[in-house]
C-alpha cells in the first residue's frame, strides 16, 4: 500500500469531535477518499490540497481574520468567499478563526450527567428509590 500523498483529515477530526462529510459525488470506498474529507466550520470548510498543505474556504465575515495569520496565503477568491493555503502546522490557527462545528454530546460525562443517567437508567425490572415512593 502507498503512502496518501496528502493528509487525512478524518483521524483528526474524530480526535476532535469535528464534524466532517466527503466533497460531494465521493465516498468513503474510494481508495484516494482522504483527498475528498471536508471539515465542516461554521465560518467555512477546512480540506487537503496535498502534501502537508491545507486548503481553507473562509467566508466573508473571517476572511480578513485568516489573511491576517502568518504563513497563511491566498489561493482563490470571490466576492463572498476565499480560499486560503496553509501549511498543516497552522491548523489550530485556522481552526480558532473557522470554528470547525462539534458532533452532538460530550466527550467525557460530568458528574451531573453521569448521576442524571443512572437515575433513569433501566434497571432490569427494579424501581427506582423515585417511583417506589410515588406508588407508596
Not at 480540506?47 to 502568518?70: F, N, Q
Amino acid at each position: 500500500m502507498s503512502e496518501p500523498t496528502c493528509i487525512d483529515l478524518r483521524p483528526w477530526a474524530k480526535a476532535h469531535r469535528y464534524r466532517w462529510r466527503y466533497e460531494e459525488g465521493h465516498s468513503s470506498v474510494e481508495p484516494d477518499a482522504e483527498w475528498y474529507v471536508e471539515v465542516i466550520c461554521r465560518y467555512g470548510l477546512i480540506y487537503p490540497h496535498g502534501g502537508s498543505t491545507l486548503l481553507a474556504y473562509a467566508t466573508r465575515g473571517v476572511k480578513r481574520h485568516i489573511a491576517e495569520l502568518a504563513g497563511i496565503e491566498r489561493h482563490q477568491h470571490d466576492d463572498d468567499a476565499e480560499v486560503f493555503r496553509f501549511p498543516a502546522e497552522r491548523l489550530d490557527q485556522v481552526t480558532a478563526t473557522l470554528k470547525p462545528k462539534r458532533l452532538p454530546g460530550s466527550a467525557v460525562l460530568t458528574g451531573k450527567q453521569r448521576e442524571n443517567l443512572e437515575r433513569h437508567a433501566f434497571r432490569g425490572g427494579q424501581e427506582s428509590p423515585e417511583t417506589r415512593q410515588m406508588h407508596d
